[in-house]
């Protein structure tokens, strides 16, 4: 049962937005007080620390983090030079999907904390210039959310339409699916309610529902969702799954992925592949990321940036999120470049460019790993395990870009799955196993020392997700004292990315675009300052020069502003020595 209208009109928006006045006049006085973040202009070339707060720091003992525990850790964020954190869930939920099963959008889960809690997070973090950015999810609630009780509860219930119904097709006298969609993590996307005698539609899992972005009532109430949390303060949202909000009316089947042999691939579920161009990404996403930007810029005195969850097909459909009078997304994540999963010269320097340069002059987010993915050791070279992490935050923070991080990457922290299945909490992978082993690999507790439960608990108890054994020598205490260490890598790529006019804000031009093994590009600020960076994407010592008088750069020495370790300064741009995996960033004199 869907809708039929297929957006809301200009009446009803202007109606939605005089009903949210109220709260958008509260938090106005919320928004005088804050500071960096007044800046209009603050998220770009900024750095976004992404917290999963299970696994970040426990403050009660219970073997599992809370808000707290980020707050209590405030000062190291500071001292890593970060503008803002995302938050990933922290509402209440059932948590079968540890979080993105909502029950309640306006309360905090007493696993996290309080809203007293988070308000003194919100504040203090305020007084170190960082902002929080929360994780809002649009598409789907928990089955225990009360909107889907009732939608559930009869076909005449005023929130039956809240949700995707839908007839079954029957076959032999039996309901079946209406069609042939999935769900991400597996099977059929559509749940026969026998009380009811329909289906319903979860693109994520089966407690997942999918809300009904056609129905107007829908649009009013999670964009009051927006707006109370604009009211306690918050500097951004991150946009879950935002390009599923929305799925073809006539609800035929998506084709097959079909493998060399013409037949379907087969995923790690066991089901045959679709393409999704039916359930994802469809045009109607942009007119509700247009809404979201009127309610997040009712905000007076302070910038509320959209971040988009956006996985998708071509460079020109991230260009598209922008919107086309920059009144969509500030910034959708590209996940072209930093998900590429080869560690490959051509490859990056591809990717990179086309942010660069097929956006139009708009502000690339570039992000190389999250909860949901594999952390960047994906790319590893043993021996040279560290190395690769120096390149991979290179490119992360010399880039023009602003850069969003995952905590743990500043200390190398590895990706560790669980060895067998009796061991694994996230569904992913007790649907899949062996071949799809879930995220319980990237989301373990963060290292803080190398004592007892690594310093993420206060006392020794039973974490939700084992420590990994790489924390005797991977931990934010050990790092501190050693100069050459992965933390203070990351402390001084974001030092000069804050500092430095070029690294800063400057324009980026790829050089030496024929070169296999060294990814390098310039970064010259609007006053001429220049800056090159170099990066050996090797096992092997490799060599480069640089002419840049054609990028009207005419000098030829060279101030080294940060080199990995071991390396020379070179004498000129006619000469640079870089040793495997090396990364070498310098100011042109």
Known sequence: MKAAARGLSCAFFALALAVLSPALSA??????????????????????????????????????????????????????????????????????????????????????????????????????????????????????HPW????????????????????????????????????????????WDAKTGQYYYHRFYIQQPDLNWNNPEVRKAMYGVESFWIQHGVVGFRLDAITSLFEDPTDTDENYVLGPDGKPLINAYGDKEVDTLKTDNLPEVHDVLRELRQVADQTHGRKVVLIGETYLRSVDDLRKMYGPHNDELDLPMDMEVGFINRFDTNTFRQRVNEAETEIEDEQPLFVFDNHDNPRWDRYDHNPHHDDVGHVIAAVLFASRDTAMMYYGDEIGMVTTPPTRKEDVKDP??????????????????????????????????????????????????????????????????????????????????????????????????????????????????????FDLSAQGVHGTHLKTLLKTPGAADPASLHSIQLGPFGVYVGRVQ
Request: net charge negative; aromatic share 10%; charged share 20%.
């Open 27 to 144: 938090q106005q006085s919320a928004a005088s007080t804050a500071s960096a973040h007044q800046n209009p202009n603050w998220w770009k070339n900024g750095v976004i620390y992404e917290i999963y707060p299970r696994s970040f720091q426990d403050s009660n003992g219970d073997g599992i983090g809370d808000l707290n525990g980020v707050t209590s850790r405030l000062d190291y964020l500071q001292s890593l030079g970060i503008d803002a954190i995302w938050l990933t869930p922290i509402y209440p939920s059932p948590q079968v999907d540890f979080g993105y099963d909502i029950s309640d959008y306006e309360n905090i889960d007493p696993q996290y904390g309080t809203l007293a809690d988070f308000d003194r997070l919100v504040t203090e973090a305020r007084k170190r210039n960082i902002g929080i950015i929360m994780d809002l999810v649009l598409n789907h609630t928990s089955d225990k």
């Open 428 to 545: 992913i992978g007790i649907t899949g196993w062996p071949k799809e082993k879930g995220r319980d690999g990237e989301r373990t507790p963060m290292q803080w020392n190398d004592g007892p439960d690594a310093g993420f608990s206060p006392r020794g108890v039973k974490t939700w997700l084992p420590i990994p054994p790489s924390y005797a020598n991977i931990n934010v205490a050990a790092e501190e004292h050693e100069p050459d260490s992965m933390l203070h890598w990351y402390q001084q790529l974001i030092a000069l990315k804050k500092s430095d006019p070029a690294l800063h804000d400057g324009a980026e031009t790829m050089l030496n675009t024929a070169d296999e093994h060294v990814l390098s590009w310039l970064r010259k600020s609007d006053n001429g300052e220049a800056v090159v960076v170099a990066c050996n994407f090797t096992d092997q010592p490799q060599s480069v020069s």
């Open 148 to 191: 889907f009780v009732e939608s559930r509860s009869s076909r005449t219930n005023f929130r039956r339409d809240w949700y995707m119904w839908h007839d079954p097709k029957m076959v032999d006298g039996k309901p079946e699916p209406p069609n042939n969609w999935l769900s991400v993590f597996g099977h059929s996307a559509w749940q």
